[in-house]
């Protein structure tokens, strides 16, 4: 093993050495080139209502960069963890940000280890494959954003020069499956269209909501960004079309220390709580990929063949389902560090989907993903050089993330 190791860190090494970063052209348009492409953007307000096994519609939120206790003692989240369920087993997945954002919705964040302007290809699949192919629709929600679709870098508070709207925390539009799909576009609405949205009752059923810079703690503080989720949510679970059979998660996508664990404050909330599931705590141990599998078994989806296949499911779904969830030992686990992978080493290819993946409702991975990447995973497979790469880096994240919170 000792050799086996020292054999893998010299591999990793050489990676290290020949690859450098991807870079890409950073999209940042004039204000009046955001003015002009406002005026042709098109929003989409579709909503479908097929049944889901345990709720009906999801809607995520995502907060930033706080401490586990540190957001468990606030009073607003106090006040809000009576209405649901605490998951205090939670984590992050790396750091910083984006790689975050960007692995809640396809499974994986593919080695970035930075907050950049990025995109992966059209070939590489999200949720949106899933959901799309049983008519499930979805939509994201940016505050700020200043229209429809738009995948700039960023839009800043024109009255305060601040930062507002950041592209980065817009985990869709970093995949051009989305970015580059004039239909998928349409759903990438901002918080005048939710708004919209919510008074027609034209809410689609997979949701992500995102504050802007200031309302999700990036640029306050935990008490700015729970009283924001509190004001917001408040009303909101005490209306009737918004609640009925909805499950929401309010969480962050990394905590503040980079030295400790990456374990985030997470709440489900929403219609789909059943009375005496309200004001517990859940200790199930879930990532961000659990958002995934949770969707994917609730709507009896096939799978991206990622880290969504294994990822634990929300246990108040997962019970309902017969679902038996993992335990994981957290005693090596930090998620503090991003692995080598394709976006920090240009070296290192697409890591294809395991086209033979049972995900935990037995269904395999979604057809046009599979006919798209079965040779190049055989590939991949019998490629020890591609194999020992991924090797190395779990084993050496291992031993070197044991610092404990
Ligand atoms: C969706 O359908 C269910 C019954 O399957 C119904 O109870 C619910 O009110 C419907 N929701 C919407 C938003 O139409
Ligand atoms: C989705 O909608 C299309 C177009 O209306 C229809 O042809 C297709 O059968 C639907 N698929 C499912 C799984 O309902
Ligand atoms: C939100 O998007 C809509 C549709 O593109 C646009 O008309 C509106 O001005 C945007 N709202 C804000 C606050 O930027
Ligand atoms: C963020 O949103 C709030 C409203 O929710 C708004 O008052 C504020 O100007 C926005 N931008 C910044 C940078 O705070
Ligand atoms: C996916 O797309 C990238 C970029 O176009 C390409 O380099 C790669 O070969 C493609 N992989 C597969 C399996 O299609």
Redesign the pocket.
């Known amino acids: 093993m000792q050799i086996l190791n020292r054999f893998l860190i010299i591999a990793l090494s050489l990676t290290i050495v020949l690859g450098k970063k991807r870079t890409y052209n950073k999209y940042n348009p004039s204000d009046s080139e955001i003015e002009k492409d406002a005026q042709t953007a098109k929003t989409s307000h579709q909503t479908s209502n097929v049944s889901g096994k345990a709720f009906n519609r999801y809607v995520v939120i995502w907060l930033e960069n706080t401490n586990f206790d540190k957001a468990a003692e606030n009073s607003d989240m106090e006040w809000l963890s009576k209405e649901g369920i605490t998951l205090d087993n939670y984590w992050g997945l790396t750091h910083p940000s984006e790689p975050n954002y960007l692995a809640s919705v396809g499974g994986d964040y593919f080695g970035l280890d930075n907050d950049g302007f990025i995109s992966l290809p059209s070939n590489v699949s999200t949720i949106v494959d899933l959901l799309e192919s049983k008519n499930i629709t979805w939509g994201e929600y940016q ?2 954003m200043p229209y429809t679709g738009y995948n700039g870098n960023e839009y800043k ?1 024109h009255h ?1 020069f ?3 709207y950041v592209r980065k925390h817009n985990p869709l539009t970093l995949y051009e499956s989305v970015n580059k799909n004039s239909n998928r576009i349409q759903n990438i609405k901002n918080f005048t269209t939710f708004k919209y949205d919510l008074e027609n009752e034209l809410l689609p059923q997979w949701n992500f909501i995102t504050p ?4 999700d703690g990036h640029d306050s503080n935990i008490n700015v960004a729970s009283s ?1 989720s509190r004001n917001f949510l408040e009303p909101l679970l005490k209306n009737d079309y918004f609640m009925k059979d909805t499950l929401i998660l309010l969480t962050f996508d990394e905590n503040e220390n980079y030295f400790i664990k990456n374990r985030v404050f997470a709440l489900l909330l929403g219609g789909s709580i059943p009375n005496d599931k309200k004001g517990t705590i859940d200790h199930t141990f879930y990532e961000h990929y659990s958002g995934l599998s949770t969707v994917e078994v609730n709507w009896d989806l096939p799978n991206l063949g990622r880290h969504d296949v294994d990822a634990n499911v929300f246990d108040i779904v997962a019970n309902k389902l017969g679902i038996q969830n993992k335990d994981v030992d957290t005693t090596y686990k930090a998620n503090n560090k991003p692995y080598v992978g394709y976006f920090n080493d240009d070296s290192i290819d697409l890591p294809a989907p395991n086209v033979n993946a049972k995900g935990k409702n037995g269904l395999g991975v979604l057809d046009s993903i599979s006919s798209v990447w079965a040779e190049e995973y055989s590939k991949q497979v019998s490629n020890s050089y591609f194999t020992s790469t991924t090797t190395t880096v779990s084993i050496s994240l291992g031993d070197a993330t044991t610092t404990s919170s």
């Open positions: 505050e700020d508070n305060l601040s930062n507002d802007n810079m200031t309302n924001w």
